[in-house]
């Protein structure tokens, strides 16, 4: 775990203070290489080959490098790979581009970025619609992959990234199958739902704990599909009702201004990711006194 939080802390100061590099997050390779064996073997087979392989062969990597004398190297490539699974847009600027679009069309078009390259409707530029589009955004670009690179380390941030850009990724779904896509989506899913219900406790910790567990308990209610169930459309709901909650204690109308909810939501979320990272230093400390 400490090699996790040290590598994590380092991602972030490349992130925020080299912007500019996010143009090396590019997985053009991924579209070749599925279009090479995505068909191998049948459908099942060919889209585990796809993504298989590629993080196969991180996880020797991350293999080979355990051990005392190579942590240096292991923390240099843990921080590349996190890096580089990281986004791959940077939601911290495509919000900022839509809080200082100059006219309306502009804004509109600028939110669109909250979904990158993800095939859905256009996306309406309302309180609701960008307050979830600011938690899905955050869940995939940010805490999906750290969870899972904490859990299996760099091998675990390439497998969410890839299968997250194959589940939802436009430019990869027309080199999928009809099965294939609904298998993908499928696991991506089963990746998303623990990242997604830490993030609704650490929100519960980071905003108003009855809002959170109070829409929680009354989404899955209305929608009587278990709390068990992949279906992970209560973040957005927590989302909206924390914010709401959130800029109704300062006095501001969250219901009716769309970049006020923007700007809270964008809060909530950097919130989030604080809490994550003091669980992971208390881990961090608990490890080194015990």
């Known amino acids: 775990m400490t090699i996790v939080f040290i590598a994590a802390l380092l991602m972030l100061f490349i992130a925020h203070g080299a912007p500019t590099l996010a143009h090396w997050r590019d997985f053009s390779w991924l579209r070749a290489w599925q279009e090479?064996?995505?068909?191998?073997?049948?459908?099942?087979?060919?889209?585990?080959?796809?993504?298989?392989?590629?993080?196969?062969?991180?996880?020797?990597?991350?293999?080979?490098?355990?051990?005392?004398?190579?942590?240096?190297?292991?923390?240099?490539?843990?921080?590349?790979?996190?890096?580089?699974?990281?986004?791959?847009?940077?939601?911290e600027r495509d919000v900022e581009a839509i809080d200082k679009a100059p006219d309306s069309d502009r804004r509109v078009a600028a939110a669109q970025a909250l979904r990158g390259d993800e095939v859905q409707q256009p996306l309406a530029f309302e309180c609701a619609a960008l307050v979830e589009a600011t938690f899905t955004a955050g869940?995939?670009?940010?805490?999906?992959?750290?969870?899972?690179?904490?859990?299996?380390?760099?091998?675990?941030?390439?497998?969410?990234?890839?299968?997250?850009?194959?589940?939802?990724?436009?430019?990869?779904?027309?080199?999928?199958?009809?099965?294939?896509?609904?298998?993908?989506?499928?696991?991506?899913?089963?990746?998303?739902?623990?990242?997604?219900?830490?993030?609704?406790?650490?929100?519960?910790?980071?905003?108003?704990?009855?809002?959170?567990?109070?829409?929680?308990?009354?989404?899955?209610?209305?929608?009587?599909?278990?709390?068990?169930s992949l279906d992970i459309g209560f973040l957005g709901a927590i989302a909206r009702a924390s914010v709401v909650a959130d800029v109704a204690a300062e006095g501001e109308q969250a219901g009716r201004n769309p970049l006020v909810a923007l700007d809270d939501a964008m809060v909530l979320v950097r919130r989030v990711l604080v809490v994550w990272l003091t669980i992971m230093a208390v881990i961090v400390l608990a490890g080194w006194l015990a």
């Open 139 to 228: 869940l995939r670009r940010w805490f999906g992959v750290l969870f899972w690179f904490a859990v299996l380390g760099p091998a675990g941030a390439l497998l969410y990234r890839m299968t997250q850009l194959l589940a939802f990724g436009q430019a990869y779904a027309e080199g999928l199958s009809a099965s294939q896509r609904g298998l993908v989506e499928r696991c991506a899913r089963i990746l998303d739902w623990l990242p997604a219900h830490l993030m609704a406790l650490s929100l519960a910790l980071a905003s108003n704990f009855d809002a959170v567990f109070k829409t929680w308990h009354e989404y899955h209610a209305a929608n009587g599909k278990g709390y068990f």
């Open 36 to 91: 090479k064996v995505g068909r191998q073997g049948g459908d099942v087979f060919g889209l585990l080959l796809c993504i298989g392989t590629p993080a196969l062969a991180c996880a020797l990597v991350q293999v080979a490098l355990h051990g005392k004398l190579l942590v240096l190297f292991a923390l240099a490539f843990a921080t590349a790979m996190l890096f580089y699974c990281w986004g791959p847009g940077d939601l």
